[in-house]
């Protein structure tokens, strides 16, 4: 109860720092994915710029005071809270949860005329991408809200989960409710065989 007071009545960012496949099956509404075992201190650096801003922690139990330093290390002095039993607490206690539907390559192959929104950096893109998709990169979600339409499903990829998760949680956050993702990311995709790739230069550069 006293989570729910603060998210509801703070400027408080909701940070949940679990794995992306556990954060997608159920997580606290508006809250944002992050997970502690990736490059987490870039991503919590480039998705909140600002080093004041008042963060409640959600965290697989007994990895609380781990966030909270590994935050502190970067200059992220103002978490106020973690949820007290994780996620599971949150359930037991009957409160509102959302969810983020994940979809297989090979499923997402049968979809007509798909909006395929890949979040990997240009360079990434570049290399080789499916064809039609759009590429905008994580790094600059907010510049990008606006050209993402609501209107229609979203099939969201980045390398392998754990970018388009964080991408998705934001847009869920921000009220774009038709937003899948696409589980095992470009790999998967490729793999499959059944999507038109775009191959570009891949050569390194000389300078």
């Not at 893109?125 to 510049?143: C, K, M, S, T, W």
């Not at 869920?172 to 990311?185: E, H, I, L, Q, S």
Request: contains cysteine; proline residues 2%; aromatic residues 8%.
């Amino acid at each position: 109860d006293a989570f729910e007071e603060a998210a509801n009545h703070t400027g408080a960012v909701i940070l949940d720092t679990r794995k992306a496949d556990d954060f997608s099956k159920a997580f606290v509404p508006n809250s944002i994915n992050i997970g502690i075992d990736g490059s987490f201190a870039v991503w919590v650096g480039t998705l909140i710029p600002d080093v004041k801003q008042e963060l409640l922690i959600i965290a697989d139990e007994g990895r609380e005071e781990e966030v909270v330093t590994r935050l502190a290390r970067v200059g992220y002095d103002y978490s106020i809270g973690y949820l007290q039993g994780g996620i599971d607490a949150w359930k037991a206690a009957g409160k509102e949860l959302d969810h983020i539907e994940n979809i297989s390559a090979t499923a997402l192959s049968a979809v007509k005329d798909a909006d395929i929104i890949d979040v990997r950096k240009e360079t990434e893109f570049e290399q080789e991408h499916i064809q039609n998709a759009q590429n905008v990169p994580l790094d600059y979600i907010n510049d990008h809200l606006s050209a993402i339409r609501r209107d229609k499903t979203q099939y969201i990829h980045c390398a392998a989960g754990y970018r388009s998760m964080a991408f998705a949680s934001i847009l869920k956050a921000r009220g774009f409710d038709n937003v899948v993702n696409v589980t095992g990311g470009f790999k998967s995709i490729r793999d499959s065989g059944r999507f038109e790739i775009v191959k570009g230069d891949v050569s390194e550069p000389t300078h």
